[in-house]
């Protein structure tokens, strides 16, 4: 698979920002418009997962981006091919040191409560998004090295941070740092994830109401006047409501869109041709950007502190057979954290190939580490302990077979003497574990179109318990240098050469076994148009129109 670069601009500081965040595209297919657009009617989605909680200040979950996005806007809009528009704010500057941002806001935008948006309002939710009472999972290390916001006049803001953060931009476009009124987040502080009525931004539709894992419903919001100068559709949207469904069994799911029950639905990687061969379908595609899904390894605890075990994990699994025979083509085997449309991905070319199954060589090195003695069941032990790895998982949460994908690493793993036990918990008892580090393998994907990713993964101050994703545990001194190093720099092919190092020392200090590149795979109505994707993979519905056909 070759390198595929981000793209890069030119001169000013805002171009230079937006080269940066820059991405491919990822293997899109199926976006084309079939008509004129037509106004009113009903759109419904099938997700393939619910949510535990709905304020994206809060939760770190993909679906509460891809709902969320219709009711939050942002400061600024990445779109579909990684470049920056005004939204919220009309403009902004960056100081040399990328350590202060000042915003230029629109003074035309209310909140669904009727109450006006303004630079008052972005720093209440900068503060909230801080608060350990938000006790946020994502958004504040999206925020970085934030050190407050200064309100320079109504519509005009500072945002301040203590290290340079180029990456800011990138995050200031999710919904995870997406402007809630700040009236909603003092009067429904305790109530925030519970979506519906409680979810006041100033998005294109209007929350209504949320049945938790369930559905969600939406309004247009008809006062909708300021679209990102970068969406496809301005204005309000042309559906009377959208409506979320919640559907985690895959046949369920699949079966509602062939049905008609439903007008698209996220689908598994089995239902691909299927869809693909249906007339009366539509099949979109995009690969995600950000962190592959992969095992990360705890490297704090247990026989996994031992570097020979770790690497012994990942060439006891024969990667590239499994992802071919569970995934049947559709998605590809992953060598990196980081995803190949990601902007820096993939810059050293021999990181392709850099992990081998090779179980003779996994064999020796856990000889060598102290496990060479086998128990009546052929798993190794050492001083009268089971070589015994936990990992936990939700299993309510489980997409994309990735328990047929648990269970083949199992086996392969077994065939070596390993022992890796797959623990399904309660959602209270896993966050609990993962702030804890109460694990040796921890699966994770994470989507951003950015490189700044492996910050959240491989910064040693970004624990799980601090609100990072550092769930392999890894403090080491050169790479926070490198990651720190890639936040600072403003020439690409520079910040490039930083974040490739981290990739590289991730993977050949076996804290990392990537598995697969997620792509998201949407079947679509052909009664329907207008759907889109983002820079991040993510459905957009406010331009979405039903047609007559």
């Given at each position: 698979?070759?390198?595929?670069?981000?793209?890069?601009?030119?001169?000013?500081?805002?171009?230079?920002?937006?080269?940066?965040?820059?991405?491919?595209?990822?293997?899109?297919?199926?976006?084309?418009?079939?008509?004129?657009?037509?106004?009113?009617?009903?759109?419904?989605?099938?997700?393939?997962?619910?949510?535990?909680?709905?304020?994206?200040?809060?939760?770190?979950?993909?679906?509460?981006?891809?709902?969320?996005?219709?009711?939050?806007?942002?400061?600024?809009?990445?779109?579909?091919?990684?470049?920056?528009?005004?939204?919220?704010?009309?403009?902004?500057?960056?100081?040399?040191?990328?350590?202060?941002?000042?915003f230029e806001l629109r003074d035309d935008v209310t909140f669904h409560d009727g109450t006006p948006f303004d630079a008052a309002a972005v720093k209440a939710n900068l503060e909230h998004i801080k608060a350990p009472a938000t006790k946020s999972l994502y958004a504040s290390a999206l925020l970085g090295p934030y050190s407050g916001s200064k309100v320079l006049g109504k519509h005009r803001i500072e945002i301040g941070f203590s290290e340079p953060n180029i990456p800011f931009l990138q995050a200031a476009s999710t919904p995870y740092l997406g402007i809630a009124s700040p009236a909603s987040l003092t009067k429904f502080k305790?109530?925030?994830?519970?979506?519906?009525?409680?979810?006041?931004?100033?998005?294109?539709?209007?929350?209504?109401?949320?049945?938790?894992?369930?559905?969600?419903?939406?309004?247009?919001?008809?006062?909708?006047?300021?679209?990102?100068?970068?969406?496809?559709?301005?204005?309000?949207?042309?559906?009377?409501?959208?409506?979320?469904?919640?559907?985690?069994?895959?046949?369920?799911?699949?079966?509602?869109?062939?049905?008609?029950?439903?007008?698209?639905?996220?689908?598994?990687?089995?239902?691909?041709?299927?869809?693909?061969?249906?007339?009366?379908?539509?099949?979109?595609?995009?690969?995600?950007?950000?962190?592959?899904?992969?095992?990360?390894?705890?490297?704090?605890?247990?026989?996994?502190?031992?570097?020979?075990?770790?690497?012994?994990?990942?060439?006891?699994?024969?990667?590239?057979?499994?992802?071919?025979?569970?995934?049947?083509?559709?998605?590809?085997?992953?060598?990196?954290?980081?995803?190949?449309?990601?902007?820096?991905?993939?810059?050293?070319?021999?990181?392709?190939?850099?992990?081998?199954?090779?179980?003779?060589?996994?064999?020796?090195?856990?000889?060598?580490?102290?496990?060479?003695?086998?128990?009546?069941?052929?798993?190794?032990?050492?001083?009268?302990?089971?070589?015994?790895?936990?990992?936990?998982?939700?299993?309510?949460?489980?997409?994309?077979?990735?328990?047929?994908?648990?269970?083949?690493?199992?086996?392969?793993?077994?065939?070596?003497?390993?022992?890796?036990?797959?623990?399904?918990?309660?959602?209270?008892?896993?966050?609990?574990?993962?702030?804890?580090?109460?694990?040796?393998?921890?699966?994770?994907?994470?989507?951003?179109?950015?490189?700044?990713?492996?910050?959240?993964?491989?910064?040693?101050?970004?624990?799980?318990?601090?609100?990072?994703?550092?769930?392999?545990?890894?403090?080491?001194?050169?790479?926070?240098?490198?990651?720190?190093?890639?936040?600072?720099?403003?020439?690409?092919?520079?910040?490039?050469?930083?974040?490739?190092?981290?990739?590289?020392?991730?993977?050949?200090?076996?804290?990392?076994?990537?598995?697969?590149?997620?792509?998201?795979?949407?079947?679509?109505?052909?009664?329907?148009?207008?759907?889109?994707?983002?820079?991040?993979?993510?459905?957009?519905?406010?331009?979405?129109?039903?047609?007559?056909?």
């Open positions: 698979m070759p390198r595929r670069p981000a793209a890069t601009t030119a001169a000013t500081a805002t171009a230079l920002l937006i080269s940066l965040t820059a991405c491919g595209g990822g293997g899109e297919q199926g976006e084309g418009k079939s008509g004129e657009p037509v106004r009113g009617g009903t759109f419904t989605y099938a997700a393939a997962v619910g949510t535990s909680c709905l304020d994206p200040h809060t939760s770190p979950g993909d679906i509460t981006a891809v709902v969320q996005r219709n009711v939050f806007d942002s400061l600024v809009q990445l779109d579909g091919d990684g470049k920056l528009h005004p939204w919220l704010a009309t403009s902004w500057t960056v100081s040399k040191d990328a350590r202060t941002y000042t305790d109530q925030l994830c519970a979506g519906g009525k409680y979810s006041v931004g100033t998005g294109p539709f209007r929350s209504v109401r949320y049945v938790k894992n369930d559905r969600a419903e939406f309004a247009r919001n008809d006062d909708y006047a300021w679209s990102p100068a970068g969406a496809k559709h301005q204005g309000p949207p042309l559906l009377d409501k959208l409506v979320v469904r919640f559907l985690p069994e895959d046949s369920v799911r699949s079966g509602a869109l062939t049905s008609g029950q439903v007008d698209a639905a996220a689908l598994p990687v089995t239902s691909a041709k299927a869809v693909q061969r249906d007339s009366s379908l539509r099949l979109n595609r995009r690969q995600a950007p950000g962190a592959s899904y992969s095992l990360y390894l705890n490297t704090d605890r247990g026989p996994l502190r031992d570097e020979r075990v770790r690497r012994a994990f990942q060439q006891s699994v024969d990667v590239g057979a499994l992802i071919k025979s569970i995934y049947r083509g559709e998605y590809e085997r992953a060598w990196s954290p980081l995803g190949p449309t990601t902007p820096a991905a993939y810059d050293d070319d021999a990181i392709e190939g850099a992990i081998s199954h090779d179980p003779a060589a996994a064999a020796q090195l856990l000889d060598e580490a102290g496990w060479s003695k086998k128990d009546a069941q052929g798993y190794r032990v050492k001083g009268g302990e089971r070589l015994s790895l936990h990992w936990p998982f939700i299993g309510a949460l489980v997409r994309d077979q990735r328990d047929v994908l648990g269970e083949a690493v199992q086996a392969e793993l077994k065939k070596n003497g390993i022992d890796l036990v797959r623990d399904p918990v309660e959602t209270g008892a896993y966050f609990e574990r993962y702030g804890k580090g109460d694990y040796d393998v921890w699966d994770n994907a994470w989507v951003r179109a950015d490189p700044a990713i492996l910050a959240g993964f491989y910064l040693s101050t970004n624990l799980p318990s601090a609100g990072g994703q550092n769930v392999s545990r890894t403090r080491d001194k050169q790479v926070d240098a490198w990651l720190r190093a890639g936040a600072a720099e403003s020439r690409p092919a520079e910040r490039e050469k930083s974040y490739a190092k981290v990739e590289r020392w991730a993977v050949d200090h076996a804290t990392v076994l990537p598995l697969y590149v997620p792509v998201t795979t949407i079947g679509v109505s052909r009664k329907a148009d207008g759907l889109t994707f983002d820079a991040n993979a993510w459905p957009q519905f406010a331009g979405v129109w039903k047609t007559t056909r």
